[in-house]
């Protein structure tokens, strides 16, 4: 069982940054990737970033290429999304999600651990 908390959503305004992390906890593998997502009221959830947990591959929306930077820290358990040029689009619940097998994927049903979010708004 993998354990997941999300921090650092907050209100920010348009152009602005957040920082998003993610702590882990429970059994983790070297083969586990970690994904963020969101969902917007109304929408369905939508694929943002990706990690592999020990190696270097990420993987991007391309609506957030180039502005979202995902990270993570082995020694801290944690993975992060560091994101700058905030759009009032990009309001949503934010969550981290473990996928137990190796390979970096978009779709939500590819992953088998969730979070249970942290809430961003960003005003225009």
């Known amino acids: 069982q993998v354990q997941l908390v999300e921090s650092g959503g907050g209100l920010v305004q348009a152009g602005g940054s957040l920082r998003l992390s993610c702590a882990a906890s429970?059994?983790?593998?070297?083969?586990?990737?970690v994904g963020w997502f969101r969902q917007a009221p109304g929408k369905e959830r939508e694929f943002v970033a990706a990690?592999?947990?020990?190696?270097?591959?990420?993987f991007y929306a391309d609506s957030v290429k180039g502005r979202f930077t995902i990270s993570r820290d082995n020694a801290k358990n944690t993975v992060y999304l560091q994101m700058n040029s905030l759009k009032p689009e990009d309001t949503a619940l934010y969550y981290c999600a473990v996928r137990s097998t190796y390979g970096l994927r978009s779709g939500a049903s590819e992953y088998d651990y969730w979070g249970q979010g942290t809430q961003v708004t960003v005003s225009s």
């Open positions: 990690i592999s947990w020990t190696a270097a591959p990420t």
């Open positions: 429970g059994r983790i593998l070297v083969s586990y990737s």
